[in-house]
């Protein structure tokens, strides 16, 4: 089972219908080979109407009031853990960039060299 069907079923309890994901993947394949007209205007529509239905879930939710400003404290500094674990993250991020931006070179100045 793909995880997202997993996922699916853990949260809903059901399988949903996936068939409309398949036709909109036939009709953007189409769309790519071919540039047929019809399939774009077909996933053009599908995706109007799955993001209008989710906006509508939104709009008729009566949990949640919407706010009309963010809150007084919106832009506060990090808690200190979290500041930190930000810290490392960028670290880390920025390290694995200077890596591969280094092996990358190495490979473009020296296209000889095996790759390990």
């Known amino acids: 089972m793909v995880r997202s ?8 309890g059901v399988k949903r219908d996936c068939s409309q994901w398949k036709t909109d993947y036939e009709n ?3 769309w790519r080979k071919n540039a047929d007209p019809e399939a774009a205007k077909k996933a053009i529509q599908s995706e109007s109407r799955r993001v209008a239905y989710r906006i509508s ?3 008729d939710n009566e949990i949640w009031q919407l706010r009309d ?3 007084e404290n919106w832009n506060a500094p990090l ?3 979290l500041e930190r674990l930000r810290q490392n993250r960028q670290k880390a991020l920025a390290k694995s960039a200077t890596q591969t931006d280094t092996k990358v070179t190495a490979e473009r100045l020296n296209p000889d060299v095996e790759k390990g």
């Open 5 to 12: 069907r997993f996922h699916q079923l853990f949260t809903t």
């Open 57 to 59: 879930t939104v709009m």
């Open 28 to 30: 953007c394949l189409l």
């Open 79 to 81: 808690p200190e853990a």
């Open 69 to 71: 400003t963010p809150p």
